[in-house]
């Protein structure tokens, strides 16, 4: 099993230009999670799918962020245009369907965003 | 608004010794607890969990105390290994009230040394 895959591992660019971060889910699961992580703010949710649908995207913290899942195994996360305050971790997540538990979230490694 | 509070940055502790790291939350609604563990460069790992109907759970070394009428829970280390540094992330779900959403902490640097 390959885990969540995410890339690319690092990413710099410059204020204003558009980032594309990706993510594969562990094959089989039903839910992706995207997260940031600041030093600030720990892990924040900023968006989730089930089934390819996003459920829940009150955690995206402006309109320049957007999220897709065009089939079950990929989603991105893109921000346009980018901005120094968006630099931080940005990690993906996937889990079967609920159990009844919310310990089945698998991360994938994380993509560090550093914006100029 | 952090509902869920971690408010140890960081905690150093020999080796053999035993860890505590703190969480506190404000949301009633939690009703699950969950510790993740992350190395630097890679994701968060599951550790151990906690229903609110229970107020103690043990895995090996690692046993989580919850405190409901505190609103506070608390992961136990015995004994600490050099091998249990890493950050650590308190996390809370209101499964009852059908969320799949977690809320995390900002998370505990725990340094082991010998």
């Known amino acids: 099993d390959a885990g969540v895959i995410q890339s690319p591992r690092h990413e710099v660019t410059e204020m204003g230009q558009e980032v594309t971060l990706r993510c594969k889910p562990i094959?089989?699961?039903?839910?992706l999670f995207w997260y940031r992580q600041t030093m600030m703010r720990g892990l924040e949710l900023l968006i989730y799918f089930n089934n390819n649908v996003p459920i829940d995207d009150s955690g995206m913290p402006e309109d320049r962020f957007s999220a897709k899942m065009p089939n079950a195994s990929f989603s991105t996360l893109k921000i346009q245009p980018s901005e120094p305050r968006d630099s931080a971790v940005y990690f993906c997540?996937?889990?079967?369907?609920?159990?009844?538990?919310?310990?089945?979230?698998?991360f994938g490694p994380g993509t560090r965003l550093t914006v100029l | 608004d952090q509902q869920v509070k971690q408010n140890s940055p960081s905690l150093s502790v020999q080796e053999g010794r035993i860890s505590i790291l703190n969480c506190d939350y404000t949301n009633s609604m939690f009703d699950y607890f969950l510790w993740y563990k992350k190395y630097p460069a890679e994701g968060p790992t599951f550790l151990i969990s906690i229903s609110s109907i229970k107020d103690k759970n043990e895995d090996g070394r690692f046993t989580v105390f919850l405190n409901k009428s505190a609103k506070h829970l608390s992961l136990h280390i015995v004994p600490s290994q050099p091998g249990d540094s890493a950050v650590y992330f308190c996390a809370a779900s209101a499964l009852a009230y059908n969320t799949d959403k977690l809320i995390f902490g900002t998370g505990t640097r725990l340094q082991v040394f010998p």
């Open positions: 997540a996937s889990s079967l369907i609920r159990t009844g538990k919310a310990d089945t979230q698998y």
């Open positions: 094959s089989g699961h039903d839910y």
